[in-house]
């Protein structure tokens, strides 16, 4: 079964960033996880793994100090997945995380407002 995972990560030290296009100092982060799983239980474990531990573009893992304050599940079809997802997600057939978006950092001003894109 394939399931989406949209998790919110609240961390326990603010994070500094320097983007463009991102809050100066982030309280937290929003990550979208396309898993492949027998269960939804299964599903929330791999999803909650990987919202702590999210890969990079090297493919080495950034691990952050902090906990999912929200996380929405929910079984969907792999064929629900855009058509670019589809086609990069190498592995979508075999049990697992295959798809995970970056991070969307949010300061402290969107924290009670923040919501899954």
Request: negative net charge; proline residues 7%.
């Amino acid at each position: 079964m394939h399931f989406k995972a949209e998790m919110t990560v609240l961390l326990n030290q603010p994070l500094r960033c320097e983007g463009p296009d991102e809050p100066n100092e982030a309280v937290g982060y929003i990550i979208v996880i396309g898993v492949n799983a027998p269960d939804l239980a299964v599903a929330v474990k791999f999803a909650h793994d990987v919202a702590l531990r999210p890969k990079q573009a090297d493919g080495s893992s950034r691990s952050f100090d902090g906990i999912v304050v929200e996380a929405q599940v929910q079984r969907i079809e792999k064929t629900d997945w855009e058509p670019i997802i589809q086609k990069n997600a190498k592995r979508i057939d075999q049990e697992g995380v295959y798809y995970s978006t970056g991070l969307i950092f949010f300061g402290p001003e969107s924290e009670d407002t923040a919501e899954p894109v």
